[in-house]
């Protein structure tokens, strides 16, 4: 039995019971009003997270936002004035060199914050640029996961297919266990329907359908299989 997308609107007072293929169908038709929505689910998920947090101590995340944005501040400054006026010292043969000092570096969940800021402004190629850049600088940051995955999701929106698989690839390579997973796989595994991988394709959302076969992403993954048959 076939199920409307009317039907399976909801009333607050009296919720009812939405099957795997109802969410999956809904979901997808989401997915392809615009390019753009295809970053939309983790988007909200960040937005939400950074939302609960503040509604639980507003007051301490502002004071703390304030102390971030000084040292911020004070990290730039420092930083003009060592560029401006480096120390000259001198070298074994005596001759004068200068030294430049390292640049202080910003905490990486900052440089993330800020990389991540470009997305939500829609700052697409420059996001890429920003977040190669957090990946380069803090290498032993989880959140480079994070970043890899986001690379991957503007690349789709970008329609720039072949370096879209390579970060999804790269991130599964690197860490299989991402918190991720499933959204990784469907977008991995449509990536590979839509650029001819077929078989790649196939056994990808076969697998997801297989490790969790009442998610939605199982649901979408069927329904991508259902339409190369």
Partial sequence: MSVSLSATVLSAADPLPVTDDARG???????QLRQ????????????????????????SRY?????????????????????????????????EVISRPEPTRVPAQEAYNLAFQMIRERQFEESLAEMAEFISR???????????????QVYDVLADDANAIKEYEGLLAVKPDYRRLPQVQIKLGKLYLKTGQTAAGQQLLNALISADPDSVEAGLARRELEAIR
């Fill in 63 to 95: 004071l703390d936002l304030d102390r971030r944005l000084g040292e911020l501040i004070r990290i730039q400054r420092e930083a003009v004035q060592s560029a401006a006026a480096p120390a000259p010292i001198a070298s074994a043969d005596g001759t």
């Fill in 25 to 31: 169908e809904l979901l997808l038709q989401i997915e």
């Fill in 138 to 152: 803090y290498p032993d940051s989880e959140l480079i996961h994070d970043a890899r995955f986001w690379r991957g």
């Fill in 36 to 59: 753009e929505t295809q970053a939309l689910r983790g988007l909200m998920e960040e937005l939400s997270n950074q939302l609960r947090t503040m509604q639980d101590d507003e007051k």
